[in-house]
């Protein structure tokens, strides 16, 4: 089974300070890692993935995540955050192509203040 | 093609009644998920399906639940005999066989049982 915890519920920031959302997650097996972005009374939209290679990943938006199997973590990072990166942020995971399901996380309220 | 569609986007019913919601996949994506999401979660995986056939069923899924994927097209989630806890948003997500398992989600649809 795998399973995902982000361990910020929620993350208020100022406008142009750094950000970092924190993902750990636990499985038996290789897996691909996602993040996704919800902005209010939107769907999902994919920020970034892992699935093998560098371990530092560049989205959308300017923000990037660097996976670290030793710490079973995939944080999520933006250096200078914007109003509208207000919004809630899910990490996910899969088992790989074809595995079918992703597992997410409850998910991180990043609320930017001017 | 828009990307994943959801039809109705809001239902409220009253216990009891049986509801039936419609989601529209990515023209070529062979794989469509059904997940549930609650206020202050992340979603939850229902059931997913690969052309027409309905590969893997959560648990959370009761008896009460239905989906069906005729022609491996669109596909529709039916809740019979509703309950209270059945008040959540349903999201719609579809993908590519063979791919990185990267999931486009429509904007959901919210149930509000009375």
């Known amino acids: 089974a795998q399973s995902v915890t982000q361990l910020d519920s929620q993350v208020p920031v100022f406008e142009e300070a750094p950000v970092e959302l924190r993902c750990n997650y636990s499985?038996?097996?290789?897996?691909?890692l996602f993040w996704y972005v919800q902005y209010p009374n939107q769907g999902l939209q994919l920020l970034l993935k892992y699935l093998s290679g560098s371990t530092l990943v560049k989205g959308i938006n300017g923000f990037e995540a660097e996976f670290n199997k030793s710490q079973t973590s995939f944080h999520l990072r933006k250096p200078s955050v914007h109003i509208s990166d207000t919004a809630e942020y899910f990490c996910a995971v899969s088992r790989g192509a074809n595995a079918g399901k992703s597992t997410f996380g409850d998910g991180t309220t990043l609320t930017v203040k001017p | 093609d828009t990307g994943v569609s959801q039809d109705p986007r809001h239902k409220i019913t009253k216990r009891g009644q049986n509801v039936t919601f419609r989601c529209d996949p990515i023209?070529?994506?062979?794989?469509l998920y059904w997940y549930r999401q609650t206020l202050g979660q992340g979603p939850e995986f229902l059931t997913y399906?690969?052309?027409?056939?309905?590969?893997?069923k959560s648990r959370l899924l009761s008896d009460r639940f239905s989906a069906e994927r005729p022609k491996g097209s669109f596909s529709t989630l039916e809740i019979q005999r509703t309950e209270q806890g059945d008040s959540a948003m349903y999201l719609c997500?579809?993908?590519?066989?063979?791919?990185?398992?990267?999931?486009?989600f429509g904007p959901g649809t919210r149930l509000t049982v009375t």
């Open positions: 399906f690969q052309n027409e056939a309905q590969l893997e």
């Open positions: 997500a579809s993908s590519s066989r063979g791919g990185t398992d990267e999931q486009y």
């Open positions: 023209s070529e994506h062979n794989r």
């Open positions: 499985s038996s097996v290789s897996v691909y």
